[in-house]
Every structure is written in structure tokens, then in C-alpha cells.
């Protein structure tokens, strides 16, 4: 990195969303990634739970370091390991460090999943919604093949929490679907491969108001590094190329993507 790239990076203040630094792939160089990240301008960042078993975990990594932020919930791909006695222990969580958790996820629906398995998404998504609900939780979101399956679920439950779609990659109106719904949309290396020519349009012409940054590291790996273990210090460079396909001032997208996470998230964070 070059003594300018380095300095601007010091100026930035960015918010990954989405980074599981509680996985095995991250997880035993927690600190040094953090060191990492926090040189490339990232400031904070959001940690979902994938399954109950990492609840503990995330509790005590959040009590430990004040500018990471944890998510509880039950993932769509291990649906098929918890039954709602675990939805049950999310709400006991929730009641008992309201202030450590700031949203409930990831949970979602993922419809490329063997379609044996839906019945129990759709089950635990529902019920993790409704515990989100009672306690005025913000959601994140994960979808495959199933927006329209998320929105019916939000709808009929009259979910006003909001949240944030991950992982965006779509059209307008499907994003527009979701904003109507008091989502942001979580934008993250998919903008960075040019084939993804429909989601780039997209982010080019919607609100920078409903945009999030986010890196879903170690998963999803940007254009160039494929193969590689995706780290939170990756998402100045998503970033950079959201910035190329917006014609806002670098400062300006900076600071609205750092204030659409705090107030998504409703932090304290100034």
C-alpha cells in the first residue's frame, strides 16, 4: 500500500455489516484481522451468528471489544439442526443482554437448499421474525431464490423492524421492495465483478440512503481473489468501486454508508 492509499485509508470511517469473524477461517487471527481492517478504514463492524451454538461466543466477543457488533439467529443452512426450543433461548438472550445484540440474524430463507429442507426454514425464519418483532429488533436477511417468499413473510407478520437485505444482487424493483419495508441493502463483493452488470446498475441509480457496505468475510471472495479467505480489511476496496459507479463525493458516500449502518443498527455511535 502507498503512503497516500495509506493516509486516505486512515480518513475513511467504514462499517462492514456483514464479516463472521467468529468462523474457524477467521477466527484464530481475530486480532490481527481487526488490526488489519482498522487500517484500511474500517471502524466497526456487525458479526451475524449462524447457528445457536455461537451465541455464547458472540456475547463475549461483544463485551470484550466495543466496536464489534453482534447479530443472534439461525441461519437457513443449519435449519435443519435446531428446533424452536432454540428460538425459545434466542428470546431468553435477547431479554437478558437487549443491549448487547442489535439485531437478529442471520436468518432468511435459501430456496437452492434441498427442498426437503424448506419446511423447517420456513418455520424457524417465522418464528425468529416474530421474536425480532417483540423485541424491536432490527433483522438481517439471507436470500437465494426466495425475495418474494421474505417479502410475503414480512408483510403478513406486519414486520416494522426493518433491517438489512445482505448480500444484495438485483434489480431496482427488487430492491425498492425491500427499502419499502424499512431494509438497506447490503452491498458487497458481487460489485466488484463486472459480469454482474444488472446488480452495478442497480446500485448506480438506487438512494445511496438505503446502501450498507459489507464483506460476508471469510465467504465471498472479490474479483482477482477468488480462492482466497475474504477478510473485513477487503471492504475499502468495495468501497472504491462502489465510489467509481456513484457520482457522489468520495466524503459524502463515506459518511452516509457509515450513518445508514448506525442507524439500521440503531447504535450509539456518533
Not at 166 to 182: L, P, V
Not at 190 to 198: C, D, N, P, S
Not at 208 to 215: D, G, K, N, P, Y
Not at 224 to 245: D, E, I, K, S, Y
Request: charged share 15%; hydrophobic share 45%; glycine share 6%.
Amino acid at each position: 500500500m502507498s503512503v497516500a492509499a495509506a493516509e486516505s485509508n486512515s480518513r475513511l470511517r467504514l462499517f462492514d455489516t456483514h464479516c463472521h469473524l467468529d468462523l474457524p477461517e477467521l477466527a484464530s487471527s481475530q486480532d490481527a484481522i481487526w488490526q488489519q481492517a482498522q487500517a484500511a478504514g474500517v471502524a466497526a463492524l456487525l458479526i451475524p451468528a449462524v447457528e445457536a451454538r455461537a451465541w455464547p461466543n458472540l456475547l463475549k466477543l461483544q463485551a470484550l471489544h466495543p466496536y464489534w457488533h453482534i447479530a443472534l439467529g439461525i441461519h437457513p443452512w443449519w435449519a435443519a439442526s435446531y428446533t424452536l426450543t432454540s428460538v425459545d433461548t434466542l428470546e431468553l438472550l435477547l431479554s437478558q443482554h437487549s443491549d448487547a445484540v442489535c439485531a437478529v440474524g442471520e436468518i432468511g430463507l435459501d430456496f437452492m437448499l434441498p427442498t426437503d429442507t424448506f419446511a423447517q426454514q420456513q418455520l424457524l425464519f417465522s418464528a425468529q421474525l416474530a421474536v425480532a418483532a417483540r423485541y424491536n429488533k432490527p433483522v438481517v436477511l439471507h436470500h437465494r431464490k426466495s425475495q418474494p417468499q421474505l417479502l410475503a413473510a414480512l408483510k403478513q407478520q406486519q414486520f416494522n423492524q426493518g433491517g438489512i437485505l445482505h448480500a444484495f444482487s438485483g434489480s431496482q424493483q427488487q430492491a425498492h421492495a425491500f427499502i419499502e419495508q424499512g431494509f438497506k441493502l447490503g452491498i458487497g463483493g458481487t460489485i466488484t465483478y463486472e459480469r454482474a452488470g444488472k446488480t452495478r446498475n442497480s446500485i448506480r441509480k438506487l438512494p445511496l440512503s438505503c446502501l450498507v457496505l459489507e464483506t460476508d468475510a471469510p465467504a465471498m471472495p472479490l474479483s482477482g481473489f477468488q480462492g482466497q479467505v475474504n477478510t473485513p480489511a477487503q471492504l475499502v476496496a468495495v468501497f472504491n468501486v462502489l465510489c467509481q459507479l456513484r457520482s457522489e463525493p468520495r466524503e459524502q458516500i463515506a459518511a452516509q454508508l457509515w450513518q445508514n449502518s448506525v442507524d439500521v443498527l440503531r447504535l450509539r455511535v456518533t
